[in-house]
């Protein structure tokens, strides 16, 4: 693939490109509307840099293959959209808990089952947090701009290497579909994963190392010999019911996301500073946002922009201070109100939401409604 500093991007493709430049090998998946373009542009680009393109029977299948693949050391990636994203929540879990990093891209579309598959949502953002059970965080990251699905997918990849931890990028239907105009950075930062510090007899690819340090997985194959299973596991991978084993190993998934949050977790905010009232937008509802910012200032209002970048873990540290300051939190979202119910959490009664769900985009039109009811 050629690369180029000024392209007309589509948002689906930008995101191929992004995994190709972090160095993913292989992508396995399976065609589904609106993330299908992922999948046919890596068709052809993968093979061109030595990788590997495979199209599975299903979505379960399809985490299953990029699980083995990255176990062999190859970075991996799929992309789905929502009942795709449902099948393959079981593979998900097992990546979370066997700590295997992996990149899965969720283009959101409206549901539930079938639903609406052209239409556009944000439906997804609770299922992307807890659509497989079990105490485990993930990290979630929700690109708003054609440039950002080039950009988040490397930095995705990075966060799953550095974590081992398989990472979502949730995009809507419309980031997915968008064409923009875009310059690619001349320069990315690409983590790879580090080899061990020790010798293969004294490798425990689930040991509990001083001060949150994570274990290189070393890829099967170069001499470490190591178990892998679903099951609660002892620091060699064998399943385990000892009380202290069980304990160490679910607290380990937790805290090498809680411990990292400064490192994991980013934001955007626009005209904060003096805001009064606070919007909060992910994806594509918050390209609307800034809008009726700009259209509120205009008017007089002092309103401003958080964007959660991360959508999971939640901003919820940076919420609880900006709610020292503002008055009320508006929160638009293509759904029924699923970002909104985090945002009570830091500030009971006071948000108001705005909800759309028939697959069109909301509007500043729509935001600026609740703004000017707000202000009153």
Not at 275 to 285: L, Q
Request: aromatic share 6%; hydrophobic share 40%; glycine share 8%.
């Amino acid at each position: 693939m050629k690369r180029h500093k000024d392209l007309l991007l589509h948002g689906n493709e930008a995101c191929a490109m992004g995994a190709l430049a972090a160095g993913m090998r292989l992508f396995a998946g399976y065609p589904i509307t609106p993330s299908t373009e992922i999948a046919e542009f890596l068709s052809v680009e993968l093979p061109k840099v030595g990788g590997t393109f495979i199209q599975m029977e299903d979505e379960i299948s399809s985490m299953g293959a990029i699980i083995g693949a990255s176990l062999a050391g190859v970075k991996s990636m799929t992309a789905t959209s929502g009942p795709g994203f449902s099948l393959m929540q079981e593979n998900l879990g097992f990546a979370s808990m066997a700590e295997i990093p992996c990149v899965l891209v969720n283009v959101m579309r409206g549901g539930p089952s079938t639903g609406m598959p052209t239409r556009p949502s944000q439906g997804d953002v609770m299922q992307s947090r807890w659509g497989t059970h079990g105490p485990h965080p993930i990290i979630v990251l929700s690109p708003q701009s054609v440039l950002e699905c080039y950009t988040l997918t490397i930095h995705a990849f990075n966060l799953a290497e550095k974590y081992r931890s398989p990472v979502i990028m949730l995009m809507d239907g419309i980031v997915g579909h968008m064409w923009e105009n875009v310059q690619l950075p001349e320069k990315i930062e690409v983590i790879d994963r580090p080899e061990p510090s020790v010798p293969p007899d004294w490798y425990n690819p689930y040991d509990n190392l001083p001060g949150g340090e994570i274990v290189p997985l070393v890829p099967f194959g170069e001499g470490y010999r190591y178990h892998v299973t679903g099951m609660v596991h002892d620091k060699s991978g064998f399943p385990t019911l000892v009380h202290e084993e069980v304990e160490q190993c679910l607290d380990k998934l937790i805290y090498k996301i809680k411990n990292n949050l400064h490192d994991i977790i980013r934001i955007e905010d626009y005209m904060l500073e003096d805001a009064d009232i606070c919007i909060v937008a992910h994806g594509s509802v918050a390209r609307s946002a800034r809008e009726a910012v700009n259209i509120a200032r205009n008017e007089g209002l002092k309103v401003g922009l958080l964007r959660p970048i991360t959508l999971w873990p939640f901003p919820r540290f940076h919420l609880e201070n900006i709610s020292k300051r503002v008055k009320m939190f508006v929160v638009p979202e293509m759904n029924y109100g699923q970002v909104y119910g985090e945002v009570l959490k830091s500030c009971p009664k006071r948000a108001v939401r705005v909800t759309r769900v028939d697959g069109e985009l909301v509007t500043p039109a729509q935001i600026m409604e609740k703004i000017e009811g707000a202000a009153l």
